[in-house]
Antibody, heavy 119, light 111 residues
Framework: EVQLVESGGGLVQPGRSLTLSCTASGFTFGDYAVSWFRQAPGKGLEWVGFIRNKFYGGTTEYAASVKGRFTISRDDSKSIAYLQMNSLKTEDTAVYYC??????????WGQGSLVTVSS | QSALTQPRSVSGSPGQSVTISCTGTSSDVGGYKYVSWYQQHPGKAPKLMIYDVTKRPSGVPDRFSGSKSGNTASLTISGLQAEDEADYYCCSFAGSYTLWVFGGGTELTVL
């Protein structure tokens, strides 16, 4: 059974940093890209970023709203993807989801991790 | 404002059919065959319901179907059931620069 579990969320002050983890199981993690999404309270889904698998160089892409502040990385030996968030703003408050990516769609989602940016 | 336009809400009675539209442009919905739909119940993670415009993942009932005409994709749910009440989001690939765009979501109410 494919599972993705996010962790590391919590309350953080504006301007500070936080790193989320996404631990995967039930599939060969290294063969797939991983994407991160977020959902602000009462709002819709927003794509945050994406990391390709090693066959595509493990390269990353980011939404304009987070580019330069957020960094996605992966450790295939541990089946974990990371979302490092720097210079956090109040508008980054959201539930963050990691997903398994397969050929232009997102077939499995984690349960989400709440990040609250507030002083 | 979301890149793809969905109605904010739709409703239907049990057993009826409803269709949710998702309108984009020739740079996203109209330009690629990569439209997907996600169902989200309150407080839960999204779930893939349709991919590649018309395909259903294993385990998704065949009451759910997808289609596309020009710049508008649609999700049709036939034989509505109470458990279909949820938010639905469309997503389209939008090229190597933008990558993915989403609709703002549609709240489906089963009357």
């Amino acid at each position: 059974e494919v599972q993705l579990v996010e962790s590391g969320g919590g309350l953080v002050q504006p301007g500070r940093s936080l790193t989320l983890s996404c631990t995967a199981s039930g599939f060969t993690f290294g063969d797939y890209a991983v994407s991160w999404f977020r959902q602000a309270p009462g709002k819709g889904l927003e794509w945050v970023g994406f990391i390709r698998n090693k066959f595509y160089g493990g390269t990353t892409e980011y939404a304009a709203s987070v580019k330069g502040r957020f960094t996605i990385s992966r450790d295939d030996s541990k089946s974990i993807a990371y979302l490092q968030m720097n210079s956090l703003k109040t508008e980054d408050t959201a539930v963050y989801y990691c997903t398994k990516y397969t050929n232009y769609f997102f077939d499995y989602w984690g349960q989400g991790s709440l990040v609250t940016v507030s002083s | 404002q979301s890149a793809l336009t969905q109605p904010r809400s739709v409703s239907g009675s049990p057993g009826q059919s409803v269709t949710i539209s998702c309108t984009g442009t020739s740079s996203d919905v109209g330009g690629y065959k990569y439209v997907s739909w996600y169902q989200q119940h309150p407080g839960k993670a999204p779930k893939l319901m349709i991919y590649d415009v018309t395909k259903r993942p294993s385990g998704v009932p065949d009451r759910f179907s997808g289609s596309k005409s020009g710049n508008t994709a649609s999700l049709t749910i036939s034989g509505l059931q109470a458990e279909d009440e949820a938010d639905y989001y469309c997503c389209s690939f939008a090229g190597s620069y933008t990558l993915w765009v989403f609709g703002g979501g549609t709240e489906l109410t089963v009357l």
